[in-house]
């Protein structure tokens, strides 16, 4: 399957191929809107290498250790794996309220 980039970068051939006249308005409309595609394009890929970074630093941090967001009073709360697996009941330092947390650890990320 070719990437977004490989796909842009055909249709820019194609453009560039039919010597396209960019005197005529729709023309250089066309080819206008190829290089916003171009740079799009590219913003999509660095997102997408981006969040496959931070993904895989998560992976690594959170192995052991996970923050939480209270429910109730939004604060953010460091929750030990072996806590959610051994059931315990947490309770939020904060205000004191029980806290329910579903976290899957050994969800697969291709799935």
Known sequence: MKSLNEKVAYLKGLA???????????????????????D?????????DLTDE??????IDCSEDCQY??????ELIDIEEKMI????QLICPECNEP???AIDFDEDPEE
């Open 16 to 38: 560039d191929g039919m010597e396209l006249d960019t005197s005529v308005k729709q023309n250089r409309l066309l080819m206008v809107m190829i290089d916003i595609l171009e």
């Open 40 to 48: 799009m394009a590219y913003s999509i890929e660095d997102i997408q």
């Open 54 to 59: 931070l993904y895989e630093d998560c992976q």
């Open 69 to 74: 967001q209270c429910p109730n009073c939004g």
């Open 85 to 88: 697996e051994n059931g315990e």
């Open 99 to 101: 806290i329910k947390v």
